[in-house]
């Protein structure tokens, strides 16, 4: 029954893993591929992690693919403060015995769209936007060929970075920038919305309690990711923020947002990485530019946990 060919970018990152996960527990989506870029730790790593996921969920079937190892034109930050030194710190999971795909990911992005019928594919990227960036370059009608891009990433509110800034546009503004400007139907899960999803103690009390290896593997995960942000927003638990994106996509009647304008601020003392969300339609004066992606701004935190937990119960 599947309804939504999928392709899932991601830097895994515990949330990105989850992100995954429920990607490739339900049954709506064809997931075409997991591509790998640098991000919260270096290349090399968030593959393995994919990999090892991929196995975890044991689904031998979809192909991972490494991308860029650097954003375009700066050099990589990464977040081993919030997902630790391996990315995915909580449990040591089994080396994984498939190998990545030899092709970059870029290059899958590119061949798996252009193959497909006009409409038939979403990119759901979870991580610094320099692999759909490249593969945006290398094939000018892509963005069009897209059914969409649904991304998390950028805020209309505060930063996690800096109080400007989003971790996946602050490493890659110049990418994220090609991003927004592509002409592809965007939508945007930022702060605002996936700091309305906590994983509260409870929430990872109930994926534990499904008794099963990938239950307790996930709880882990989160016990571990929840440490940090809890500390530092003085939260009960972490924001759960790449499933969110993952959600949209299943479940859009659990979101609201509104489609307006977004620029990337690229060269700001403070501030370049930040997504401008031009909210308001503006009185005074001419809008900054036209709409050019949905930001959503509202999550039905409680049904979306339901949900999540029970698709991982599936695995
Ligand atoms: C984003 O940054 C990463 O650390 C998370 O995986 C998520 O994609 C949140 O700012
Ligand atoms: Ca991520």
Known sequence: MSEHSVIIDCDPGQDDA????????????????????????PLS????????????????????????DRPLKRALMTAE????????????????????????????????????????????????????????????????????IVLMGGAIGLGNVTPATEFNIHVDPEAADIVFKSGAALTMLGLDVT??????????????????????????????YNRHDSERYGTEGGPLHDPCAVAYVLWPE??????????VETEGKFTAGHTLVEWWAPKRRPPLGSPNCTVIAKIDHETFFRRLIERLGRL
């Open 195 to 224: 700091h309305q999803a906590i994983s509260t103690p409870a929430r990872v009390a109930a994926i534990r309690n499904l008794g099963t290896p990938l239950g307790r593997t996930v709880a882990a995960w989160l016990d571990f």
């Open 81 to 148: 403060e919030v997902h630790g030194k391996t990315g995915l710190d909580g449990i040591v999971l089994p080396d994984p015995r498939l190998a990545l795909d030899p092709r970059h990911a870029a290059d899958f992005i590119v061949e798996a769209v252009m193959a497909r019928p006009a409409g038939a594919v979403t990119l759901v990227p979870v991580a610094p936007l320099t692999n759909i960036a490249l593969a945006l370059k290398k094939e000018p009608t892509l963005a069009k060929r897209l059914r969409g």
């Open 45 to 68: 790593l968030t593959s393995l992690n994919a990999r090892k996921v991929r196995e975890l969920a044991g689904r031998p079937d979809v192909p991972v693919f490494a991308g860029a």
């Open 254 to 263: 659990l979101f609201q947002g509104k489609f307006c304008h977004v620029a």
């Open 18 to 41: 989850i992100a995954v996960l429920l990607a490739l527990a339900s049954p709506e989506f064809e997931v075409l591929g997991i591509t790998t870029v640098a991000g919260n730790v």
